[in-house]
């Protein structure tokens, strides 16, 4: 798999820190808004990508955003359940 690249500085990885749950909320929301845009549906109307850039420190244009944003739940989520089965077996 290919390495994502993030700004360290980025808000969503503060959120990520103190609060893990908007983080995930915004990156979930983030997921199905940037799909939606890549087809030329307009999520909402103050809605930008430019911000979905600045929140996850990433760039791109739609497509590679989706994808950047789709690997990054994956190792989110999967990686949490690796180590949940891992902690069962202790």
């Not at 980025?10 to 199905?32: P, Y």
């Not at 939606?36 to 590679?64: C, Q």
Request: hydrophobic fraction near 35%; charge should be positive; include cysteine.
């Amino acid at each position: 798999m290919k390495p994502i690249e993030i700004n360290e500085d980025c808000k969503f990885l503060q959120d990520a820190k103190t609060n893990r749950q908007m983080a995930m909320f915004n990156l979930i929301c983030s997921k199905r808004d940037v799909k939606l845009w890549a087809k030329g549906i307009k999520p909402h109307r103050r809605w930008k990508i430019s911000d979905v850039k600045w929140y996850f420190g990433m760039n791109g244009n739609a497509e590679t955003l989706a994808t950047k944003l789709d690997t990054l739940y994956n190792v989110i989520t999967e990686g949490g359940k690796d180590e949940a089965v891992h902690n069962q077996s202790r």
